[in-house]
């Protein structure tokens, strides 16, 4: 990698599910010396957990630093994962910001994605649309579009585009988006929504309640360092607790007993 700033990047991948959250703020105190470090973590082609972790740890902190630079590879995990990982992805992606709209959205109508990446992009496209007024517009006129062509075909549908089309519908009602409305409605009675993951009383309450997430996912390093505490503290019990437990399996500690008649020595060991 790169000097001082790739040995960094290359211990947070020695670290793997759980690397020292001091650790990632010295990568994001180096700023824009960071990001090809990180880069090439991100182009790595790595499976698997925790195998993944340090793929989605490089992810966030790529668009924690806002590296434009980053948003080609970023978005080519798309292409690469269908698991827990896009939700590092997504994080990514929104902290980007507007510049995402574009290539998301074209992911978004690629064929030969399925429908699991697809929600992670409609769902970074939402966040970001919802702090951003041009985008808003260009976003939900997208999901609208895909909405109704989705219950245009309604009768020929894949299985996956069942899913999205549930996701849309879900997406546009966060957004509040009114003239999507009826569409949704029409949706639901052509049978393309998925009722166990979107009931109707789920959108109706979504457009009185708005869009309640965070707009912009900058907490996850403070989520993330009261998480390691957490499992730091965890783990000091149960080193506490089997410590405690191999002794009482030996028989106990030992300890002193006095012996009054004694008095030469009084103190005797008995376990």
Avoid at 87 to 106: H, I, K, M, N, W
Wanted: with cysteine; charged share 30%; net charge negative.
């Amino acid at each position: 990698m790169y000097d001082d700033m790739g040995r960094l990047v290359e211990q947070m991948v020695a670290e793997g599910e759980w690397p020292d959250p001091q650790l990632l703020d010295e990568i994001l105190s180096a700023g824009d010396r960071a990001v090809e470090p990180l880069l090439e973590v991100v182009r790595c082609e790595v499976h698997g957990w925790p195998a993944e972790a340090p793929l989605g740890f490089a992810a966030r902190l790529l668009g924690q630093l806002r590296a434009q630079a980053s948003l080609r590879a970023l978005v080519d995990l798309l292409y690469r994962y269908d698991n827990e990982t896009l939700e590092a992805v997504e994080s990514a992606l929104v902290t980007l910001g507007p510049v995402t709209v574009g290539p998301l959205l074209l992911a978004l109508r690629d064929p030969r994605l399925p429908w699991g990446p697809k929600a992670a992009a409609a769902g970074a496209l939402t966040k970001v649309a919802a702090d951003d007024r041009a985008s808003w517009d260009v976003v939900t006129g997208a999901f609208v579009d895909q909405l109704s062509g989705y219950v245009e075909r309604a009768s020929t549908l894949t299985s996956d585009e069942i899913e999205m089309a549930t996701e849309l519908a879900g997406q546009l009602a966060r957004l509040g988006v009114r003239r999507a409305r009826g569409l949704i409605q029409l949706a639901y009675q052509r049978g393309i929504i998925d009722l166990e993951k979107l009931g109707e009383d789920a959108v109706a309450r979504h457009y009185e309640e708005g869009l309640t997430e965070p707009v912009i996912i900058s907490s996850w390093l403070e989520d993330y360092r009261e998480a390691y505490l957490e499992k730091v503290r965890g783990d000091c019990e149960e080193i506490n607790i089997v410590s405690i437990s191999d002794v009482l399996a030996d028989g106990g500690p030992e300890v002193l007993e006095v012996d009054e008649t004694d008095e030469e020595a009084p103190w005797t060991l008995t376990e």
